[in-house]
């Protein structure tokens, strides 16, 4: 048969892998070491000479095997996880994330190596190994402490930056440039696309999949699955976006789904499987050689991300107001490097950015804290008792005075209800606006790139008054939400802000042209950056004002008819959050 | 990213396999005619023209696809049930197969096509279709009842068989003619391969895999028997025999693990995801024009697989001793191809023995079966009422006579249990004897081939005799098994052979002596046998002496430890199969 090669290649890996992740279980380390262990045994650079002969398709199982393994991150990612974490997990991730892109490019720059490689040493010290840690936690027992759900927060925070930093280095790295408009630009349609997906998806994917679930046949279900996954990870890759952020997006969408408990078991074996595969190849790539040739970098990264990450997050977790014992948990718990920077090294060689060595050099200090891990978690409070008696009395008091004084600045009462209200309303309409663009975007696309009118009408003019009303009217239901929220948001802060004993007898009065203006200018500020935005379809004026008119007319017509449909879509969309998780 | 291409195959193909498999269950026809339907949708010969463009990697996922299914009905296979299903099945069995091919075979000669076309068709008639059958029993509600029972036991005959089939098919592509000494010798080898990897395999794989799944790491049991199944069937490839038999010998061998639930969990949605792709790609290389050019060899074939099975299988179990109404549930139960007819086609294909056209009509030909056969099951039970209405009274007795000679022939009490005893001798024997044949292979492999003694010795009569003395010192153990067994047999024959009325006074003599030289005569066979076999590294006569002698000294030294180690490792075999599977 024609493809014996791969299946030599195949079965030497699962082989090899098989037996070293058993060893490696006995010694009491990490399966994913065994793995990259597994791959240098097989690899080219080792005796005895290469065991792998059909490279290609080894390596597009590596990249299912990346998939897969974000996918699964994004199941149990979950946005509901997100709102539940608080503000601790943002600073403390945040600090970490910066200061460790920071001193890892420092450190690059210091080796004299390329931009681009510091850089991407920088991010790839960043970011923390979910699955080393889950193991680590798992295994000394402390997996439901407290300090550990923090470290879970964190590392939710961390994936999001982590899909942001990506998404950066991709531009940068394809544009070569950093312009700020640029960078500005390029978030500014990652958010959009974020917040359309999760919106349509969140609506569409979790009630799809439970409908399939009703059919209780697991093979419906993961066909199904993988489709809804791969088809988006398609589109993701149209958009010029990276395949694995696709996967996590697409998995935090399908853990909405009531059938979670069951996608997760079924993905499980296929994750399992191709990572494996994924991890393996880590190892293949790995020279010995290049290991001894950079031993300098890997000692010094080592101990960077060790101490950078113990420091970075101990102190943003102080900061955002964990106590010492507790921040230096969380701190200890974090320092290490694992999958994520592998996916990141895979990245800057398949953007042919990065040099040879920064692969190997990544894996080795991933090695290097992966088995420290335990060590240090386990030395946290000994550590913590040291630096408390070793810290003098002064410096504590000051410490314990700023656990204190942020306590006291947290918002009570009120006022702590109408900054949560004003929250959720800006939310609101920041979603709707993001939809509202998206329309006006694709539609751009549809009549300029795909033009879907061209078979129908010559004229330009019309084209671009077709797209550009459909557009309008398919937005009218999100800018009236828009209106709407904006509405009641003026009305709160005109009752709020302007006070009687300022405005007198003119206090009604100014709250309502508050409340009336406030809302008509943002939404006219909406509509001016819609037509900057869809410039490409903007039709010319007379049809534009016609457009218009039709428009305000369908508004007038239908308004009520628009509220309700909107209303349903929102309820639909909070239901998927409210709806418990189906038992096992 | 270099594998877009890939990735944007795979999600174009489980995209429309989840959409056409939903609708399908809706239409509640059998998902895999889904898959075949989305390949032809997908596929080349239809438009919007061809949607896959990395075949090559597409067509190794489809040829895992292969190893997956073959592999799970390994596991499902077990060799319990093997002993338990009795001798109907394997007349209904074997009655089918050849039939089938025979048919198959005319068929094919009438359309006058070449002699492997004809050849290749029969195979694929002959075997049923597991899937289909299991799904429509199931959504009948008949999975429990008797006649089920029994259709899975011929089932389980037919695996074997179409492995059979599959070795000899390939064998003839290859030679290209079938002179019988050639056949018996694949046999042969095939027969001491399989017992060889069966005894081996059932007394360390599920003692492996049983000591990893104490473990309770999903993933490091998957990754085992993912290393496990592959490995094998990488040695099976070397030796030259299919893929898919491997797969499915390593599956039948694991089903033996006490973690058997556990691994068919975690392998289920592995396979079912390569599977899918498997049945994809049988659409896609479905092109519609063909169906229509070969319209009449696909009526007749389809007219054919109904036909011929249901009667085949009816009158082979009816023969076997099972009634009229049973019999005919059984054969209508049976008539449909599926999943080995298309590994068979793929088998012809990767072998370019076969046309192009065989392909399309086998898909066309499972898919009109399919369909039917939910309906055929259904009429059964009114058929055999009309059958038994229209024959002819004088004709039913008959019948009925013909089942209660039946089961007169029946052996009772101790002539039973003697024929069971001696049955199971016979096997154990003959168990022995394949063992120590294959360490001779095995050791004239090592020998002549490897030439793993060319570095210390270079004369080669001492590497011979080194090779064919260590072969010898390690198949004593079996040898002295098989003598002690063909001893008790004997004695056993002698005490029911010799009689008293016919020896006279000289019985016990008569009886010692045919107890005594039976096995010696036996072993002396075998041994020149063996000679034969290792004729190439068979050293010269003085040497061989020499071995022989210290062969001798070694039994009589080492008698009570070999025969110690003999039966341990029978109990270890036999615990092996006495273990109760756990429960999930």
Avoid at 3 to 10: G, T
Avoid at 110 to 130: E, N, Q, R, V, Y
Avoid at 135 to 162: M, N, P, T
Wanted: aromatic residues 8%; hydrophobic residues 55%; proline residues 3%.
């Amino acid at each position: 048969m024609h493809s014996i090669d791969f299946i030599h290649d195949l079965a030497v890996i699962m082989l090899i892998a098989g037996v070293v992740t058993v060893l490696f279980h006995r010694l009491k380390q990490p399966v994913v070491l065994g793995y990259i262990v597994a791959g240098v045994i097989i690899g080219p650079h080792t005796p005895p000479s290469p065991l792998i002969t059909d490279q290609h398709t080894i390596d597009i199982l590596a990249e299912l095997g990346v998939i897969f393994l974000m996918f699964s991150l994004g199941l149990e990612f979950s946005l509901r996880k997100l709102r539940a974490v608080g503000a601790t997990v943002a600073v403390a991730g945040l600090a970490e994330i910066v200061l460790m892109i920071w001193i890892g490019f420092e450190i690059g720059r210091h080796f004299g190596w390329k931009t681009m490689d510091a850089l991407f040493l920088g991010a790839m010290m960043a970011i923390s190994s979910t699955t080393i840690i889950v193991r680590a936690l798992d295994e000394l027992g402390l997996k439901r402490e407290g300090f550990a759900q923090i470290i879970f927060g964190i590392l939710v925070v961390e994936d999001i930056l982590a899909i942001c930093m990506m998404v950066l280095l991709t531009g940068l790295a394809v544009s070569g440039n950093v312009s700020p408009q640029e960078v500005a630009l390029t978030f500014g349609k990652l958010t959009i696309f974020l917040v359309v997906s999760l919106v349509v998806g969140l609506l569409v994917v979790p009630r799809l999949l439970d409908y399939v679930a009703r059919v209780k046949s697991n093979e419906m279900l993961l066909i199904s699955v993988l489709g809804i996954c791969f088809g988006f990870c398609l589109l993701v890759i149209r958009l010029g976006y990276s395949v694995a952020m696709g996967a996590f997006v697409i998995g935090a969408v399908m853990a909405e789904a009531r059938a979670l408990r069951n996608i997760e078991r079924l993905i499980e074996p296929v994750r399992d499987m191709f990572s494996a595969i994924f991890f393996v190849t880590i190892g293949l790539m790995l020279d010995p050689r290049v290991l001894g040739d950079y031993l300098g970098p890997i000692v010094v990264v080592s101990i960077a991300v060790i101490v950078g990450k113990i420091v970075a997050v101990s102190v943003g977790s102080f900061i955002a107001g964990q106590e010492g014992r507790t921040s230096m948990r969380i701190g200890m718990g974090m320092a290490q490097i694992g999958e994520f920077s592998f996916i990141i090294a895979t990245l800057g060689i398949s953007l042919s950015v990065t040099s040879d060595f920064l692969y190997p050099v990544a894996v080795a200090v991933s090695v290097i804290t992966t088995v420290l891990t335990p060590l240090l978690i386990r030395s946290a409070d000994p550590l913590t008792k040291v630096l408390a008696r070793a810290m003098p009395r002064r410096l504590s008091r000051v410490f314990g005075f700023y656990t204190g004084w942020l306590q006291s600045l947290r918002l009570e009462g009120d006022q702590a209800v109408i900054a949560g209200m004003v929250r959720k309303i800006l939310m609101q309409v920041f979603i709707n606006f993001c939809i509202v663009v998206a329309l006006f975007l694709v539609s751009a696309y549809l009549v300029r790139d795909a033009r879907i009118f061209a078979g129908w009408v010559s004229d330009s003019g019309i084209q671009k008054a077709l797209g550009w009303g459909g557009a309008l009217l398919l937005s009218i239901p999100f800018l009236i939400a828009a209106y709407r929220k904006l509405k009641a948001l003026s009305m709160m802060l005109a009752e709020v802000g302007v006070r009687r004993s300022f405005a007198g007898r003119h206090t009604d009065n100014v709250r309502r042209v508050v409340a009336e203006v406030i809302p008509v200018i943002s939404l006219a500020v909406m509509l001016v950056l819609l037509s900057a935005l869809s410039s490409s379809i903007l039709p010319p004026a007379e049809m534009l004002l016609l457009v218009l008119v039709v428009g305000a007319l369908v508004v007038m017509l239908l308004w009520r008819q628009f509220i309700k449909l909107h209303s349903r879509l929102q309820i639909a969309l909070i239901d998927t959050f409210q709806k418990p998780p189906a038992e096992h």
